[in-house]
């Protein structure tokens, strides 16, 4: 039987917190509890060490073993094209019209400058980036800047963008 992607022969990297001089070690997987602890949602795991000869850690010894991750896409924005008002966070669109469109976003993690989009985008949106405040919703916005170049968004409304610039949303 398979959690969280283990079976038993699988091999697993695995650390020794009281041991740093040995590295990384490749333990394998030889025996797993039937099924997980219905209060803590988890389960145990043993796993051999390839300990060269004399090498010996005393009972109890605690160790980190990484498991393997799945792969997913994500739909992720340039951070600075998040925009937060009234407690709730914010994505402006340009639509294929021409004109600002905003949508609430519940975000994830944010990892190198980009923020993950759990809900509110669907992917290859335009977002704008680096607007100082929300335009209105149908306020029409027109690429400014040099062909090649992250497009400079300049909406045609009371709102001058501080550098704003348009960008896919990306998936990662």
């Known amino acids: 039987m398979s959690r969280a992607g283990l ?29 997980a602890d219905p209060l803590s949602h ?36 340039p951070i600075d094209a998040v925009l937060t008002q009234g407690g709730m966070d914010l994505v402006v669109v340009r639509a294929e019209d021409g004109t600002a469109r905003t949508r609430v976003v519940s975000l994830g993690p944010s990892t190198d400058g980009r923020v993950e989009v759990l809900a509110g985008l669907e992917g290859g949106e335009t977002v704008l980036r680096g607007l100082p405040t929300v335009p209105p919703s149908g306020a029409r916005v027109e ?5 090649g170049e992250s497009a400079a968004i300049e909406p045609r409304s009371a709102i001058e963008p501080d550098n704003a610039t348009e960008e896919k949303a990306g998936e990662r």
């Not at 389960?43 to 792969?71: C, I, Y």
């Open 143 to 147: 690429e400014i800047g040099h062909p």
């Open 42 to 77: 988890s389960f145990d795991v043993k796993v051999r060490l390839p300990l060269s000869e004399g090498a010996e850690l005393p009972t109890g010894v605690a160790g980190r073993a990484w498991l393997p991750g799945g792969v997913r896409s994500a739909i992720t924005v």
């Open 7 to 35: 079976k038993v022969g699988d091999e697993l990297p695995v650390e020794i917190g009281v041991r740093p001089d040995w590295g990384v070690l490749q333990g394998t997987v030889v025996e797993m509890t039937p099924g």
